[in-house]
């Protein structure tokens, strides 16, 4: 990619071209607070915890932290596809469940270890096809259908594995835990090429940009030939496959497929998507600014647990962060 | 009513259309003269809309032939309307607000590069392309990379037809293209459809301004009740005529 993304990356260039009389003049603006709360929140978190605990900026907590929140990026770079179409994925902790069950029941029967992957890669796609469908071509609300297939595929998990997490032992599996690259961990690394790749794709093909004009107007965009139904459905295929990554991830990390619910996943990809500038009305595309959400909830969670603040507060913090988040984005430049 | 001959580059004749039981063309005739601008007026519900549809491969008519350039042509989609060479620029101008004006430009079109099935979008080229042929048309272009949220209804109107245009189209159709927009605006939308014409376009105009319909259009096409009622050269004609004929006090 020769050129900078436009989108995430237009108010970096901006500051940097205006002198710094205007860029504190911006400051000032709410709305410059609006559209970077993610990487400013992210700054202040670091600073404030760098702070007060001595742990929190050593290579081994930020090493941790990044495969801690490489999971959540994957699912928050999933969830900013549905959300730009102004969709919205319920069941995408569920599906990342369904895909951890279907890969290890797969490896539990001693299918090969990449045959596994993509069973449990196709178990988490068949939630996205079933969400797709019915709301493109069925046109029942994103919400409805996809709590229905939360429940479902949360219910489907726990009658495969008759509720018992499925114990998964293999070497490959020990190596994506703990290979690195550098000091760079084989999770954070695949983090990393989901967001690049989902960069190119939101940003610099026709999908992409068919994914952000039906957001924009579904009515505009099958005017001027786009298929919208399609996109719609491509884009809840994309979540639960990236869905299927995690659960993949997480098998990993657990050294089980759980049939756990894993609300808290579903949360806080929707809360790092907000956090990360996206609209839930849909139209504007980002990759960076969800992935910045996820890292900033990521190191809440961490700077919170080091400061031996009772785990109880934790959702207090990210609800807290969220709605502030929320109530930022209204003062965003249209 | 009248004959075909070359000078037409569309001929519509006989043009059914029933909305379950509701007869909105009872067999509507249209021509238009190659190079030329066509209004088309008429009272609302006189059927203006359903033939404009049928023109533009929304609706499918149930009965009649459409000539297109000396060859009957029928239009299952908006899309084979447009691939035949029809532009249509509706009421609603289907922008996308929150792309650029590139980007809307080119949507559903969009130039890519790049080898096999791995692709992306000529962004470079799609700019360049979509300036050029906006500076083409209008005099107070927006740059391309304006987000079209930003743009006045004017500038939105110029985008929207400088698009239409943009596609080496032999008709591009305008439905009401200035009814929401100011004086001065209005006079910048009506040079952008003076210059089109320049280009060798013929146009389709719908309109309720009998002034615009005389200051614009070479020749008029009146509906009333599913049916074209008259046509008549602009030069030969009057408001007053037009009125009259719209609302049935004239017979043809």
């Known amino acids: 990619m020769p050129k900078t993304l436009p989108v995430v990356t237009s108010n970096v260039t901006t500051r940097q071209k205006s002198g710094i009389g205007s860029a504190l003049g911006q400051v000032r603006q709410l709305s410059f607070w609006a559209e970077n709360a993610a990487p400013i929140g992210l700054i202040a978190l670091v600073i404030v915890f760098g702070i007060l605990s001595p742990v929190f900026l050593t290579l081994g907590n930020i090493q941790s932290m990044l495969i801690a929140a490489s999971i959540l990026v994957i699912l928050s770079v999933a969830q900013s596809f549905v959300i730009t179409t102004g969709g919205i994925d319920l069941s995408i902790s569920a599906t990342m469940t369904l895909g951890a069950v279907g890969f290890g029941l797969a490896y539990q029967a001693n299918i090969n270890f990449w045959l596994s992957v993509i069973i449990g890669l196709a178990s988490a796609c068949l939630v996205g096809l079933v969400n797709g469908v019915l709301i493109a071509k069925g046109k029942v609300t994103d919400f409805i259908v996809t709590l229905g297939t939360l429940s479902a595929a949360t219910g489907l998990a726990l009658i495969l594995t008759t509720g018992k997490p499925i114990v998964v032992s293999s070497p490959e599996l020990l190596i994506l835990t703990t290979g690195t690259i550098g000091f760079i961990g084989y999770p954070v690394i695949i983090a990393a090429a989901v967001g690049a790749i989902a960069a190119f794709v939101m940003f610099r093909t026709r999908f992409g940009l068919h994914v952000q004009a039906v957001g924009g107007s579904e009515e505009a965009s099958v005017a001027n030939g786009v298929r919208a139904g399609r996109v719609r459905i491509a884009v809840y295929l994309i979540c639960a496959f990236l869905a299927g990554v995690g659960a993949i991830l997480l098998v990993a990390r657990i050294g089980a497929a759980e049939p756990a619910i894993n609300t808290g996943y579903l949360l806080n990809s929707i809360a790092a998507v907000v956090l990360g500038g996206v609209s839930l009305t849909g139209g504007r595309g980002k990759i960076f600014g969800p992935i910045l959400g996820a890292l900033l909830l990521t190191a809440l969670a961490n700077g919170l647990t080091l400061m031996s603040v009772s785990p109880f507060y934790q959702p207090l913090a990210v609800g807290f962060v969220v709605v502030l988040a929320a109530l930022l984005t209204r003062f965003r430049k249209k | ?252």
């Open chain 2, 1 to 252: 009513m009248t004959t075909p001959s070359n000078d037409y580059i569309l001929t519509a004749t006989d043009i059914v259309k029933t909305f379950g039981g509701v007869n909105a063309l009872r067999g509507a005739n249209l021509t238009m003269r190659r190079g030329e601008i066509t209004a088309l007026i008429g009272d609302n519900g006189a059927g203006k809309s359903t033939l404009v549809r049928c023109l533009s491969g929304i609706h499918q008519p149930d009965s009649g032939t459409i000539t297109l350039d000396g060859q009957v042509v029928t239009f299952s989609t908006p899309l084979a309307a447009r691939e035949a060479g029809i532009e249509t620029v509706h009421q609603n101008l289907a922008l996308v607000e929150d792309l650029t004006v590139w980007q809307n430009f080119f949507l559903g079109r969009e130039k890519t590069r790049g080898f096999g099935p791995i692709r992306w979008l000529d962004s470079r080229r799609m700019k360049r392309e979509s300036a050029v042929l906006l500076a083409d048309l209008a005099v107070n272009a927006p740059p391309v990379t304006n987000r079209v949220r930003r743009l006045s209804g004017g500038q939105r109107q110029a985008v929207s037809i400088a698009r239409a245009a943009g596609w080496g189209s032999k008709i591009v159709i305008m439905d009401e293209p200035t009814a929401a927009l100011g004086v001065q605006e209005t006079a910048r939308v009506e040079a952008v459809i003076t210059r089109l014409k320049e280009q060798g376009v013929a146009i389709l105009l719908i309109s309720h301004n009998f002034d615009q319909v005389l200051r614009l259009a070479d020749h008029v096409w009146v509906m009333r009740g599913g049916l074209a009622v008259a046509e008549r050269r602009t030069a030969h004609t009057s408001g007053d005529e037009l009125v009259s004929l719209i609302t049935g006090a004239l017979a043809s």
